[in-house]
T-cell receptor
Framework: GQQVMQIPQYQHVQEGEDFTTYCNSS?????IQWYKQRPGGHPVFLIQ?????EVKKQKRLTFQFGEAKKNSSLHITATQTTDVGTYFC???????????FGSGTRLLVRP | DAGITQSPRHKVTETGTPVTLRCHQT?????MYWYRQDPGHGLRLIHY???????DKGEVSDGYSVSRSKTEDFLLTLESATSSQTSVYFC???????????FGEGSWLTVV
């Protein structure tokens, strides 16, 4: 079945440093979504990318969807302590409504 | 958030007992999902529903059953709980447009 891999598993950065997490799918995706989960909380939708090569920005967060629509990245510029949490990518299985999640990247930020 | 309520939020149960988790929505979403979250495994889909009485299996459905007798409620049942089912269970809604889903606050289940 479809697999969605995410690296790294953990990232510990100094506040102000940049952070990037990468997502790779075993199959071509119709879209990819990113979610953030704060410690003890539930995943919250951040953004959806649909087009090949698409780039979207949300303040200090930059999301990219690969040309082949099999990979994606999330880049945070100048991390803040409020960025702490686990970031998940997710893609629909075979263009269905079953969303398959990556294993997540846990971001820790040293103040 | 998106009008999702999970109950119970926390439960401790004994091995071999049946357990039912309830997900209730007020948003009239067609699609509802049950995920479990365990360290190192991210979010894994257990079952999902695409309409009343329409359900399908996810990645880790063994040991779980679901029912959806009305739009607003999606029940997850562990017929005979095992320690390996100790986890955080999230209900989610969505899929109507672009597959974006909204999560409930989670149900922490401990099987002793």
């Amino acid at each position: 079945g479809q697999q969605v891999m995410q690296i790294p598993q953990y990232q510990h950065v100094q506040e102000g440093e940049d952070f990037t997490t990468y997502c790779n799918s075993s199959t071509t995706l119709s879209n990819i979504q990113w979610y953030k989960q704060r410690p003890g909380g539930h995943p919250v939708f951040l953004i959806q990318l649909v087009k090949s090569g698409e780039v979207k920005k949300q303040k200090r967060l930059t999301f990219q969807f690969g040309e082949a629509k099999k990979n994606s990245s999330l880049h945070i510029t100048a991390t803040q302590t409020t960025d702490v949490g686990t970031y998940f990518c997710a893609g629909p299985e075979d263009s269905s409504y079953k969303l398959i999640f990556g294993s997540g990247t846990r971001l820790l930020v040293r103040p | 958030d998106a009008g999702i309520t999970q109950s119970p939020r926390h439960k401790v149960t004994e091995t071999g007992t049946p357990v039912t988790l309830r997900c209730h929505q007020t948003e009239n979403h067609r699609y509802m999902y049950w995920y479990r979250q365990d360290p190192g495994h991210g979010l894994r889909l257990i079952h999902y529903s695409y309409g009343v009485k329409d359900t399908d299996k996810g990645e880790v459905s063994d040991g779980y059953s679901v029912s959806r007798s009305k739009t607003e409620d999606f029940l997850l049942t562990l017929e005979s709980a095992t320690s390996s089912q100790t986890s955080v269970y999230f209900c989610a809604l969505g899929g109507d447009s672009g597959n974006t889903i909204y999560f409930g606050e989670g149900s922490w289940l401990t099987v002793v």
